[in-house]
């Protein structure tokens, strides 16, 4: 068994079977919908808090079996067995989150706060993710991505609130950058080249997946 099969609990033999063809894909097999809100304490960003929402398909493999009052409803208790799959899995790919400052690659400490959710048919997975060391919030070239380089998982920010600011000081913002739509808006393509040049050709988001760039005014 593969060890991105462990990322999908109840569907271990189906993605075992998938996920042992070949290493990359030309489609998606799972959709993630994702928001996700940057912390800060004391002027510094700590680290990043997720929630990801999962497609119908996923959820109700994911859910099978268990339900084991048999009433309808999924408690913290009957998720606890498929949230360790997931966190342990998740350890593998880095929980498909990148941070970067400039062309730099941060590094995170391990997951808090984890816990699934189910309501209103769907599933969704929280937690936070702290940065191993806080970045400064004027710092220069910060930025966060939330993909899935082989694309066996489509993750796409929430089409409302996918990016939020918690105690950010006053004048910092963050900025969905979507390749896709600047190959249809000159000012965007603009913007991302002259980022790109300046964090490198390599950094991550830029020209293949959604970025999301963090600054603040300098004081």
């Given amino acids: 068994m593969s060890l991105?099969?462990?990322f999908y609990g109840a569907a271990l033999i189906l993605?075992?079977?998938l996920t042992a063809a070949a290493p990359a894909f030309a489609h998606p097999h799972v959709w993630v919908t994702y928001k996700l809100t940057v912390d800060y304490d004391k002027g510094a960003v700590?680290?990043?808090?997720?929630?990801?929402?999962?497609?119908d398909a996923y959820t109700a493999m994911a859910l099978e079996g268990l339900d084991k009052n048999n009433d309808g409803k999924y408690d913290q208790a009957e998720l606890a067995e498929l949230l360790k799959?997931?966190?342990d899995g998740l350890t593998d790919?880095?929980?498909?989150?990148?941070?970067k400052l400039g062309s730099t690659e941060l590094a995170f400490s391990k997951p808090t706060e984890a816990h699934?959710?189910?309501a209103n048919g769907i599933?969704?997975?929280?937690?936070?993710?702290?940065l191993a060391k806080p970045v400064l919030a004027d710092a220069d070239g910060l930025n966060f991505s939330v993909f899935d380089p082989s694309y066996f998982i489509d993750f796409e920010p929430e089409k409302t609130d996918a990016v939020k600011l918690a105690d950010a000081p006053q004048g910092c913002t963050a900025t969905i950058i979507d390749p896709d739509a600047e190959k249809n808006d000159a000012e965007a393509k603009r913007l991302g080249d002259a980022m790109a040049q300046q964090f490198g050709a390599a950094s991550v988001g830029f020209g293949s997946y959604k970025t999301i760039a963090v600054g603040c005014k300098k004081s």
């Fill in 4 to 6: 991105k099969a462990k």
């Fill in 15 to 17: 993605i075992a079977t």
């Fill in 85 to 87: 799959v997931n966190m």
């Fill in 93 to 99: 790919f880095n929980y498909f989150t990148v941070a």
């Fill in 123 to 130: 599933l969704r997975l929280y937690f936070r993710l702290p």
């Fill in 46 to 55: 700590t680290g990043v808090n997720h929630v990801w929402s999962f497609d």
């Fill in 116 to 118: 699934l959710e189910y």
